[in-house]
C-alpha cells in the first residue's frame, strides 16, 4: 500500500525545535519531490518547504527561510523537516506530499501534491 506517515510533532515553547519525519511505504521516495505543508484550524493548508528528487535542491516559504531545514535519507525512505526558532504562529497540522507534476520544486500549490499521510500535529506556546 502506498502512504506517506508524518511523525515526530508535539509540544513546545516559543524559540524550541522539533524534528519532523516523512516515511513512505510502498514506493521509493527518491524517485519524487516531497513538500511539507501545514494547516491551522479556519486557514488553507500552506505550503513550507519542498526537497526535489533529481538534484536535492530546496525551496521554502518566506515565512520559516531562515528557520527550518529540509533533508532527505533516501536509504531510510524519510524526509525530514527540522524546525528550529519555532513561534507561536507556527502551530497547525503538518503534512507531507508527492509532487505530482514532475520531479523539481516549484511553488507550493497544494493541489500539485498528492498521497498526503494523517498529518502530525505542531503546538508552539508562547
Known amino acids: 500500500q502506498v502512504q506517506l506517515v508524518e511523525s515526530g510533532g508535539g509540544l513546545v515553547q516559543s524559540g524550541g525545535s522539533l524534528r519532523l519525519s516523512c516515511v513512505a511505504s510502498?514506493?521509493?521516495?527518491?524517485?519524487?519531490?516531497i513538500g511539507w505543508f501545514r494547516q491551522a484550524p479556519g486557514k488553507e493548508r500552506e505550503g513550507v518547504s519542498c526537497?526535489?528528487?533529481?538534484?536535492?535542491?530546496?525551496d521554502y516559504a518566506d515565512s520559516v527561510k531562515g528557520r527550518f531545514t529540509i533533508s532527505r535519507d533516501n536509504a531510510k525512505n524519510t524526509v525530514y523537516l527540522q524546525m528550529n526558532r519555532l513561534k507561536p504562529e507556527d502551530s497547525a497540522v503538518y503534512y507531507c506530499?508527492?509532487?505530482?507534476?514532475?520531479?523539481?520544486?516549484?511553488?507550493?500549490?497544494?493541489?500539485?501534491?498528492?498521497?498526503w499521510g494523517q498529518g502530525t500535529q505542531v503546538t508552539v506556546s508562547s
Open positions: 506530499g508527492v509532487l505530482r507534476t514532475g520531479y523539481y520544486c516549484s511553488g507550493f500549490e497544494a493541489t500539485d501534491y498528492d498521497r
Open positions: 526537497i526535489s528528487t533529481r538534484d536535492g535542491t530546496t
Open positions: 510502498g514506493f521509493g521516495l527518491g524517485y519524487f519531490a
